[in-house]
């Protein structure tokens, strides 16, 4: 009968303390993987709380593998050799097993990149012709285990770093926000001076309040764009206002003096000076929520001057619309 031994490791208390992941959950799949192989299983091995770029105990190179001392160093492990996975490879050195079992590759080893221990491990499963088989369907034989193992944790490790960096990154970009930091492309009225620092563009700060007084005084919006194109002053985008443009101003809470932190709540912005009187940005505000209008008007019958008369008081374009007799 063919004889196995199991490995399993937890880097932490969190992931000992969850069943999924947890030493005797481990040991219990590998144990079924066994039993289903028709496997004798010899010896049953785990480290607890060790980080998988740890070397076996005894192992000479984790003396001189410098990446990996200086991560376990840097993460300040208390001990930084693993006694279980040393008594696993000495059951399988003396010839007593010829199978590895483990949940999955990074239970066995997890190394840092450029480090020795990369090769480490699939030259001894070389050396002691060991077959290493995970719970999640992978089998290796021996002499695959170069081949095999070494792109896949090159692979894991590239992943783990992007990853890292990627949180990283997020985690900052939260932490910005959260002090009230506006950290996007400056918005219309303001110019960037430098990172996360912006100030007011005295070219359009007047025209920003021109818009805003104007429409909290009740003013149509479509009025004030053709005020502004007739003047020939172009839009954030260089063309002439259309509606949409200013009703982007008016729901933008930065005119507000406002900004949304990581968890989508408005809290107040500290790095844009005030363009807009507050209560004139909120009463304007106001204005063009009480006009929204999610209705829009659809007329069966089609007439001459529909689209070309436009509106003496706002300057849009008009539209037939039908009522019933109730609505006269």
Known sequence: MTKAVIYARVSSTSEADDKSTSIPN????CEALAERMGYEVVGTF???NLSGRAYPTGAAEAETDIPTINYLVNKKQSKQTRDGLAEALGVLRLGKASVLIVRDITRLYRPVGNSTFMVWIPNQLSAYNTTLMTCDG????PAQAMAWLIPHMIGIVNDSEIKKRTLFSKEKINELIDSGLWISKAPYGWVRKKKHTYKVDKSVAPIINRIFSEVAKGKPIMAVCKDLNEEKI?????KQWRRHNIMRMLESNVYQ?????????LIDCTNLQQIVPLDVAKKAYKIRKANKTGKNWECKNEYLLTGIL???????????????????
Do not use: H, L, V
């Open 257 to 265: 003096g406002k900004i949304r932190n990581s968890k989508e709540r």
């Open 46 to 48: 785990y480290d607890k």
């Open 310 to 328: 436009y509106c003496g008081n706002c300057g849009r374009k008009m539209y037939a619309n039908t009522m019933s007799a109730g609505d006269a």
């Open 26 to 29: 481990q040991t219990a799949n």
């Open 234 to 238: 172009p839009s954030p985008q260089g």
């Open 138 to 141: 992978q089998t290796i034989p």
